[in-house]
């Protein structure tokens, strides 16, 4: 069965660190682009960022580029998402979610995100 | 950045009726190389994530109800419930990742009259 469990959110005041962890199972995880998609309380989604099986290439959202940094270690089927100089908008449930991928004739293309994980709460205030 | 826009922000129908929930995109996320709508459809259940429901615009996801369906193309898009069931009820999103950032519309909340 593919699972993705997140931990690692909690309390923290303005201006503070964490990283979340996702844990997958279940899949190659190494073969699948990731992502971390956040909401509010009572609010819509946002995606925040993407990373690309391999590492190399990593994706923000403006709200959040140069405070968040998204990695992987595919040793350990784990995402990490890094964040730093935390603000009260960080505020949200985190989710981590796998890209859908189909193969046609050798070629990869992504669709969306087929799997999420339950989400682990973050919250900013002081 | 691409803004989605679904319409309406919620609606309420009967239990065996068809509810319909509008996604436009402000341009178009078709990519010609391979005719494909980057585009996909998510339902989220209180206390739950999102589920996905459609993608490339009209490709249902393995065990969703044939009562979901998606068209459109371009910039418009639908996303169809027939026979709407009492487990139907939650908030509707569609999202493009046609490129980054990946956004996703503000959500239709779809409830049983």
Known sequence: ?126 | DIVMTQSPDSLAESLGERATINCKSSQSVLYSSNNKNYLAWYQQKPRQPPKLLIYWASTRESGVPDRFSGSGSGTDFTLTINSLQAEDVAVYYCQQYYRTPYTFGQGTKLEIK
């Open chain 1, 1 to 126: 069965e593919v699972q993705l469990l997140e931990s690692g959110g909690g309390l923290v005041q303005p201006g503070g660190s964490l990283r979340l962890s996702c844990a997958a199972s279940g899949f190659t995880f190494s073969s699948y682009a990731m992502s971390w998609v956040r909401q509010a309380p009572g609010k819509g989604l946002e995606w925040v960022s993407d990373i690309s099986g391999g590492g190399e290439n990593t994706y923000y959202a403006d709200s959040v580029r140069g405070r968040f940094t998204i990695s992987r270690d595919n040793s350990k089927n784990t995402l990490y998402l890094q964040m730093n100089s935390l603000r009260a908008e960080d505020t949200a449930i985190y989710h981590c979610a796998k890209a859908g991928m189909t193969t046609v004739s050798g070629a990869h293309y992504y669709y969306g995100m087929d799997v999420w994980g339950q989400g682990t709460t973050v919250t900013v205030s002081s």
